[in-house]
């Protein structure tokens, strides 16, 4: 079945915008390697539940991605010397593909510029260098450049690849651009037989505003003699003294007297005199194709060649105007000029922005990159033996975590196997009433219902007891209604508890909580901490309290320090002891003499010079305390504990999967990787 429908790039780049948002802001996302095990072949990763599962158990480790560990990335295309680089133009089909612009290496900066013409293909011969506001006219090769960026040295080395280099966004619009305007009128065709143009001077003074006439000029004698010779062109005059210019457009011209009538006369701060230089060349007429009014009308010249049969040789843009959208231009020629091939033009209508004002779009950012380093044993990182796959995972949930508690601030006591969240919280004026078993509050402050809006979320508290629920109604200035059932009401009275407002979001669920002092969870959603969002209440028991953030370890993981769960490990630890021998890396190894499907197995990793401690991945079955047995090595280990992976199996998603060739790991050796996703 034919399809007639396609995905615009402009989407492709807000969808890869919106991960990169996504990465930076508001999910967790961690690069893991996997698979210890070398393959002979490699092979395009599956897609599939199960793989998922395998990939899983043969995880081994990964880092959290920050926010400074992504960047959206577009094609790299390093300036070369010789090279024939695309034009941009915004009408082209192809503009994707081509190479419209360039990095350019600067010291230890990587300069971008977008290539506004060519010079009808001609060879670039001089590197673009600085960075302007106004377009770089490179006189030797005739090429047209706009300065968008700078790539730092640091952000070249963090994201640069063979094919890729970063698109830093947080430039847009740093060098301010004429949004909709025409900087660049491209010359397709150079044409012949435009010979409406002159340079001279002024023979005396009485050549200037003839008859005290504003708008009347006498050229020199060797000014065409046709009557309407230059008819449509622009003139130009300098002042000698201060080097500034004025354009007027011609309306008429007398070959007999050789005076020329403009459309209005030239500045009148301009102080013209007799031997001062003027100039005449064809003007470009710019017809807008929109109902669109421009609120600034282009204006521009035809530069002529005579060394090519009076040829256009390029379009001088005076004012680029704005505001324009579709557009078409044509060089001036009176009949009377006798033009013998007609020349094409090209005017380029900047985005409506102005260049440089959306560089994700202008520059077809739909790829991001991530990458992050893996540095010998650093943190949880294990640098013996090696992996040969990697990949993305979002929003995992850790086991095993435990959490300091500043007693002080407890009330209340957390149930076992209820959800715990994360708020912050501010606190409203007045003293509020709370009657046990009434879905009722009532404040003695005006303000109470006025600060509170249907569906907040309330924590009720008289300094012993708490009650939290959402808001259900809010009847009046002084009366609010809750979200109560049969399973969850007030528990007590009191007539001046605080009412605090709080947001909330999920962090993990109780597996035990003996202690006052230590809570432990599962089902951890990391996220980062800082003062405004370490208080804790629990869903059902209305238990509050503040993460001690004081102490040196207040989250762990597995025994260790959380540290903003930035790295996780999921290798399996067995501790025992060493009983013989020297087990092989990537070896199976059993609990039992024989392997059948039901025999307890594992892939050795490593013991981290360590003999009582064993590191495995790919468990299968269940173990139980005993001898492990290398089935190659014959080596024996009888261990006394187990602890799992820092992750839940398979909680989170995999997003994205990669086979390489195998890499071997040493304490001296940091591998920084990596990834390009393509939207």
């Keep these: 079945m034919n399809t007639f429908q396609r995905v615009l790039k402009k989407q492709n780049v807000k969808f890869a915008e919106a991960f990169k948002n996504d990465v930076q802001n508001i999910a967790t996302h961690y690069l893991f390697v996997a698979n210890s095990q070398p393959v002979t072949k490699l092979q395009i990763p ?51 593909e081509n190479q419209f612009y360039v990095m350019a290496v600067d010291g230890t900066d990587y300069n971008v510029y977008k290539c506004l013409d060519n010079n009808q293909n001609a060879q670039s011969t001089v590197q673009p260098f600085g960075k302007s506001s106004d377009i770089i006219h490179s006189v030797q090769d005739g090429y047209i450049w706009k300065y968008l960026y700078t790539i730092t040295d640091y952000m070249y080395r963090s994201f640069s690849t063979i094919d890729y280099i970063p698109v830093d966004t947080d430039q847009n619009n740093k060098e301010p651009s004429n949004p909709s305007g025409i900087e660049v009128i491209q010359v397709e065709y150079s044409g012949s037989g435009y010979s409406n143009y002159t340079i001279g001077t002024f023979e005396d003074i009485n050549s200037i505003r003839v008859g005290r006439s504003e708008n009347k000029y006498k050229l020199n004698s060797s000014a065409s003699n046709r009557n309407y010779f230059y008819n449509g062109c622009l003139m130009k005059v300098t002042d000698a003294n201060t080097n500034l210019s004025d354009y007027k457009k011609i309306v008429d011209y007398n070959g007999l007297s050789k005076v020329v009538i403009l459309e209005g006369g030239f500045d009148p701060t301009l102080d013209l005199k007799g031997s001062y230089v003027y100039e005449i060349f064809p003007s470009v007429n710019i017809q807008d194709l929109s109902d669109t009014k421009t609120t600034n009308t282009c204006l521009a010249r035809a530069i002529i060649s005579a060394n090519s049969g009076n040829s256009v040789s390029s379009i001088e843009v005076i004012d680029p105007g704005s505001n324009y959208r579709k557009v078409s231009a044509t060089v001036s020629a009176d009949p009377s000029v006798g033009v013998t091939s007609n020349c094409i033009v090209n005017p380029i209508v900047s985005p409506p922005m102005g260049h440089g004002a959306n560089l994700a779009e202008e520059l077809y950012a739909y790829r991001t990159c991530i990458t992050t380093t893996f540095s010998g044993n650093t943190g949880v990182l294990l640098s013996d033996n090696g992996y040969g796959t990697i990949g993305l995972l979002k929003e995992p949930s850790f086991a095993n975590v435990a959490v300091t508690l500043d007693p002080n601030t407890l009330i209340g006591s957390f149930l076992p196997d209820e959800n715990i969240y994360r708020y912050r919280s501010y606190t409203l004026t007045g003293n509020v009433s709370i009657q046990a078993g009434s879905s009722t509050l009532v404040s003695d402050d005006p303000s109470f219902g006025t600060s509170i809006r249907n569906s907040d979320q309330l924590i009720v508290t008289n300094g012993y007891q708490n009650f939290y629920a959402n808001v259900d109604l809010v009847i009046d200035p002084y009366t609010v209604q809750l979200v109560t059932s049969d399973a969850h009401m007030p528990s007590f009275t009191y007539s001046n508890c605080k009412v605090s407002v709080v947001q909330t979001v999920p962090f993990g669920k109780v597996s035990q909580y003996a202690l006052n002092t230590i809570l432990n969870l599962t089902d951890v959603i990391p996220n980062q901490f800082d003062s405004y969002t370490n208080q804790l209440v629990g869903e059902l028991s209305n238990c509050t309290a503040s993460i001690n953030s004081v102490s040196s370890s207040y989250i762990t993981v597995n025994g260790r320090n959380a540290y903003n769960f930035d790295q996780f490990n999921q290798i399996t630890k067995f501790v025992g002891a060493l009983n013989s021998g020297t087990f092989s890396d990537n070896e199976l190894i059993l609990q039992g003499t024989q392997l059948t499907s039901s025999t307890p197995s594992a892939v050795y990793f490593t013991s981290n010079n360590d003999s009582d401690i064993l590191y495995a991945t790919k468990l299968y079955n269940s173990f139980s305390p005993g001898v492990l047995t290398g089935m190659d090595s014959g080596a024996t280990f009888t261990y006394q504990y187990k602890y799992d992976g820092d992750l839940i199996k398979d909680s989170g998603d995999i997003l994205y999967l990669e086979n390489l060739n195998y890499i071997t790991r040493d304490p001296n050796q940091s591998e920084t990787i990596k990834i390009i996703l393509e939207f």
Excluded at 50 to 66: A, C, E, H, P, Q
């Design 46 to 96: 599956t897609d599939s539940p199960g793989n998922d599962i395998d990939v899983y158990d043969s995880m081994l480790f990964g880092n959290r991605i920050k926010p400074e560990n992504v960047s959206l990335v577009t094609r790299k295309y390093e300036w070369s010397a010789n090279t024939v680089y695309d034009k941009y133009d915004p009408n082209d089909q192809m503009l994707s």
